[in-house]
């Protein structure tokens, strides 16, 4: 289905608002089509007034072309148009300028540079669209292909003509209150490419500076700048609205023309309204110089006219010269009424009178009173607690407080909403949460507040690791003690006071209160490990972390497998292979896979004494294998079983040792297979026989 919105062309007949007779038409222009972000797609279509084939772009993204009849709106601000579209006035402005060097400007005349300045404009509203060499309904994307190169260089083109052209003055649209003999200056950089039309001597535009010297009483006079350049279209820009349907924008003239004005008087007088302490035109909270109001009195008392004050000044109108006197009638919000008489005189020499008045602020009494949390139920003054008051109208500090030995402190404050934040307190305790308290025309006595701090409180996490490689340690059940050396007692959660850990080799404790803690292991054995007799400390304040976390490093027990190698006669052999090999899986700290079973992990040749020594093993089960025996002797081909397990907490390096025989060929054959007995080195020497040692029997065969 062919619905996508494209390259709309319209031209209004007349710029004018509310047209209501206005319908559209369109064709399908050229061979390409799209596809946008949102899965619609289509053909390029042209849209034109049916009436007069005047080009306009759509400017409204996803909406469909409707058959009924548009509102058009034209002769209007960029401003307003913007408003009846819904959509903000620098956004109409750069739409405008692409379809101002779109279709139909100079040279711009084939159908790509409508398809080049709608796709443009279609990004610039949030619809962003693909190339496609032909339509998918069922896969709107599947024939997607990169910008035609076409389209890409006429986009480009748009881009550097928009970026040309003229900027706009921000004075446009404005009106200008004037004395005669005032001079008002208004400079803009963007005045530069604007020419003056209107025709008055108190007017003068030169290079970036737009001068008004108004010579003589005048109720309005309007001022007309015209853009110099730029003014290819013979029309301004008109835009098309309609409820349900796409809205369109026909190409035109944009800011081509600025339009201000200015007023002159003749006797007035300023009145300027001051705080009475700041003495400037602020006030403190929510109390307001606004809205005051002033009569001007003639001497014999008659009201000549009122003044309300905005931004803390009012400007009387023309005036008649001659005395009078200014007096407040209303004291604006959150002031007492202002009971001075002003008087003044307006003459030939003094057109121009200022005066500045004063209003003395209302302000209610505030009362705090601070605590904090000694042990349960008790607490105690808190001394040199610092506390911000903040007006939420200005979210700016209005004074600080601090309180003394009994906690107490107080100020009177003006008519605001309040926050009472605290900055400052007893260390480790934390702060009070923000305290929110308004002061107003109800508020007919002192705000009290009090406040009680309560201390921080953290938790501590203990992880194990293995010092050696920096894992974690899963093991369950590791005992730890921690003392609170502020209350110089131990942390009880249990009636054994110790911390277990769990099956992830850690613990987490409760929360515990500001102290220094040392943090000891119970010893006890600890499987495959070591037992740490090195203390931790740790400090919980409130600059810690909410889980503090404590790695406790435990050194693995590692093992030693010594092979002796030795003939018949005990003399040793040197160069005999093995080969040692994991008897079964072999895990580390973590659980992880160090030694698949049967896994060869080393190889090592017997030394001149007859010795390997396969050492830094981790605990576990292994067997070794002679791999190749000497030149002469016959082979030992069994595999012998050697295990490493943990002895105790303390026993830092577990060793096991064997004497294997090598027999010279011939031997003796059981099954055809060379005997050979094997007998542990050190049980063999009988230099010592201790289990710890894992001492085997000699073991003979007949």
């Known amino acids: ?35 946008d972000q949102n899965g619609k797609w289509g053909d390029f279509e042209m849209f034109y007034r049916t009436d007069n084939h005047r080009v306009a772009y759509c400017i409204e993204p996803g909406a469909s072309l409707s058959s009924e009849e548009y509102i058009e709106y034209g002769n209007i601000t960029t401003a307003e148009m913007a408003s009846h579209l819904g959509i903000s006035e620098d956004l109409l402005r750069t739409i405008a300028k692409y379809a101002f060097y779109g279709y139909g400007y100079t040279g711009h005349t084939s159908n790509e540079w409508l398809i080049a300045t709608q796709v443009k404009i279609w990004s610039l ?39 040309e052209y003229p900027e706009v003055p921000q004075i446009k649209n404005n009106h200008y209150e004037l004395s005669v003999g005032e001079t008002l200056e208004l400079q803009d950089a963007a005045l530069a490419n604007y020419k003056l039309t209107s025709s008055t001597d108190d007017v003068k535009l030169e290079g970036t500076t737009l001068t008004i010297a108004p010579s003589k009483e005048t109720a309005y ?94 400007i009387s109108s023309n005036l008649p010269l001659g005395s009078y006197y200014l007096k407040e009638i209303e004291s604006p919000y959150g002031y007492e009424l202002d009971i001075k008489e002003y008087p003044f005189t307006l003459s030939k020499d003094q057109k121009e009178i200022t005066i500045t008045a004063y209003d003395k602020q209302k302000k209610i009494k505030l009362s705090l009173n601070k605590q904090y949390l000694e042990e349960k139920e008790l607490t105690l003054p808190e001394e040199g607690a610092i506390f911000n008051v903040i007006s939420k109208t200005t979210n700016k500090v209005v004074t600080t ?21 605290q900055v400052k307190g007893k260390e480790n305790y934390i702060l009070s949460e923000t305290t929110e308290f308004v002061i107003d025309d109800r508020t007919t006595d002192e705000v009290k507040i009090s406040l009680v701090n309560e201390p921080y409180t953290k938790k501590i996490r203990l992880i194990k690791k293995d010092d050696t490689t920096g894992k974690r340690i899963y093991l369950a059940n590791i005992e730890f003690k921690i003392y609170d050396t502020v209350r110089n007692k131990y942390v009880c959660e249990n009636p054994s006071c ?34 740490n007799e090195t203390k931790i400390t740790v400090t919980v304040n409130q600059n810690s972390e909410d889980i503090i976390l404590v790695e406790f490093k435990n050194k693995p027990v590692r093992g030693e497998l010594t092979i002796y190698k030795a003939n018949e006669d005990h003399l040793t052999l040197e160069g005999v292979e093995f080969e040692l090999y994991a008897k079964e899986a072999i895990f580390d700290s973590e659980h992880k896979l160090l030694y698949a079973k049967d896994e ?22 292994y067997y070794i294998k002679e791999k190749k025996p000497l030149e002469g002797y016959v082979i030992d081909e069994r595999a012998i079983d050697m295990e490493l397990f943990y002895m105790d907490e303390e026993t830092e390096i577990v ?48």
């Open 401 to 421: 407080l601090k309180t003394d030995k009994k906690g107490n402190a107080w100020v009177t404050l003006p008519y605001d909403e309040y926050e009472l934040v």
């Open 600 to 621: 060869l992990i080393k190889k090592a040749k017997t030394d001149e004494f007859g010795k390997i020594v396969f050492d830094n093993l981790p605990l576990g089960k």
């Open 1 to 35: 289905m062919k619905k996508i919105l494209v390259l709309f062309i319209i031209l209004a007949a007349a710029n004018l608002v509310n047209v209501k007779a206005t319908t559209f038409t369109s064709k399908f222009i050229g061979t390409y089509h799209f596809v």
């Open 125 to 163: 509203v949030g619809r962003e669209v693909q190339f496609t060499s032909q339509n998918n309904p069922s896969n709107p994307w599947a024939y997607v292909i990169d910008m035609p190169l076409e389209i890409k260089e006429k986009i480009e083109e748009l881009e550097r003509l928009v970026n």
């Open 655 to 702: 060793t096991n040792e064997i004497l294997l025989i090598n027999y010279k060929v011939p031997q003796t054959y059981q099954n055809g297979v060379a005997v050979m007995p094997t007998i542990p080195i050190a049980c063999w020497l009988g230099e010592r026989k201790n289990e710890k040692n894992n001492c085997h029997t000699v073991n003979t065969f007949n």
């Open 498 to 531: 110790t911390f277990k850990t769990n099956e992830y080799g850690e613990f987490t404790t409760n929360e515990l209160f500001p102290s220094t803690y040392v943090i000891e292991e119970v010893k006890n054995k600890i499987e495959g490990y070591l037992w």
């Open 221 to 314: 006079t309007q001022i007309v700048l015209e853009l110099k350049n730029k003014i290819f279209w013979p029309r301004d820009m008109v835009v098309y609205y309609h409820s349900t349907g796409q809205d369109l924008l026909q190409p035109g003239r944009v800011d081509h023309t600025i339009k201000l004005s200015y007023e002159a008087t003749s006797g007035r007088v300023k009145l300027i309204k001051y705080d009475e302490d700041t003495k400037q035109c602020s006030s403190e909270g929510k109390a307001t110089l606004e809205n005051a109001i002033y009569g001007i009195y003639k001497e014999d008392g008659s009201l000549v006219e009122t003044l309300t004050i905005k931004n803390c000044e009012a």
